[in-house]
């Protein structure tokens, strides 16, 4: 069993900074890839990031490639999310996610088996 739980949601401007952290807690966190999802208002959830359970594979939508890096230090058992050139269309509740897919160098989330309670991030224009 894995329990996630976002921090660091808030409101900002367009162009401007966040980062979100997601901490864990459960056995074997270093087994499962992490990831951020996020779901706007009236549109289904869609993938972000993720990285794989060493840190150094990581994949992102597109949307988001070249703005937001996602992180994660196992020795604090947490994940981060930093985004820099927010737009409004980055708004959303952002979810954190795990999936057991062992020590392997892969960062896709296809079926993630737990989510966090989610964080909103509001982008004004």
């Known amino acids: 069993q894995v329990q996630l739980v976002e921090s660091g949601g808030g409101l900002v401007q367009a162009g401007g900074s966040l980062r979100l952290s997601c901490a864990a807690s459960?056995?074997?966190?270093?087994?499962?890839?992490l990831g951020w999802f996020r779901q706007a208002p009236g549109k289904e959830r869609e993938f972000v990031a993720g990285?794989?359970?060493?840190?150094?594979?990581?994949y992102y939508a597109g949307s988001v490639k070249g703005r937001f890096i996602i992180s994660r230090d196992n020795t604090k058992n947490t994940v981060y999310l930093q985004m820099t050139s927010l737009k409004p269309e980055d708004t959303a509740v952002y979810y954190c996610?795990?999936?057991?897919?062992?020590?392997?160098?892969?960062?896709?989330?296809?079926?993630?088996?737990?989510w966090g309670q989610g964080t909103q991030v509001t982008v004004s224009s």
């Open positions: 990285i794989s359970w060493s840190g150094y594979t990581t």
């Open positions: 459960g056995r074997a966190f270093d087994s499962y890839v």
């Open positions: 996610a795990a999936e057991a897919r062992g020590m392997i160098p892969i960062a896709t989330m296809p079926r993630p088996d737990y």
